[in-house]
């Protein structure tokens, strides 16, 4: 069916009988839509099809989402735990505070030998210095004083006097 000739009007029953054969062949054509759901403003299946069609983009999010997993295990779930650690590889205030623990080791068993293969331990040559400084040291400090000056004091000059 077609409309007539061109110059002449079709009459309105050509025209409904026109529409109702065109919009009948256009629902024969084409599949049923399907429904999608919305995110926003946007399809859902939109929105995720433009973000996934850059590798970079996912890539990078890949990649992040790697790092904050890997942090999360490496510091939250399984952190790293130093054990049997030699006294030569702690750091300098790990290394003042095991100075300390020699000296009040000292101060209850008086064995100096023992007390300088401990510091020996150290891995310094002249450790004698090092356990005069740190005992002037807490000398000053007036919330630090006590047993632990003490015991630093006595270890130096028994270093320094070289006697059991």
């Known amino acids: 069916m077609g409309y007539p000739r061109e110059g002449s009007t079709p009459s309105l029953g050509t025209i409904i009988i026109t529409e109702i054969a065109f919009s009948v062949r256009r629902t024969q054509e084409r599949p049923p839509r399907r429904k999608r759901a919305r995110l926003g403003r946007f399809a859902y299946n939109d929105f995720m099809r433009e973000w996934l069609s850059s590798p970079l983009r996912v890539g990078s999010i890949a990649l992040a989402l790697g790092v904050a997993l890997g942090l ?14 030699d006294p030569i590889d702690l ?3 790990e290394q ?3 100075m300390l623990l020699v000296g009040q080791a000292f101060t209850y068993d008086g064995d100096l030998a023992l007390a300088r293969q401990r510091l020996a331990a150290l891995g310094r040559a002249d450790y004698g210095v090092d356990v005069m400084r740190l005992a002037e ?4 400090r007036p919330d630090k004083i006590g047993k632990v000056a003490t015991a ?10 070289g006697s059991q």
Do not use: K, N
């Not at 999360?72 to 650690?85: A, F, H, N, S």
């Not at 040291?137 to 000053?140: I, V």
């Open 152 to 161: 630093l004091e006595a270890l130096a000059e028994a270093l320094r006097s």
């Open 91 to 93: 750091s300098q205030p």
């Open 137 to 140: 040291e807490y000398a000053a």
């Open 72 to 85: 999360l295990i490496g510091y939250g779930v399984w952190p790293v735990e130093y054990t049997d650690v």
């Open 96 to 98: 003042e505070a095991y």
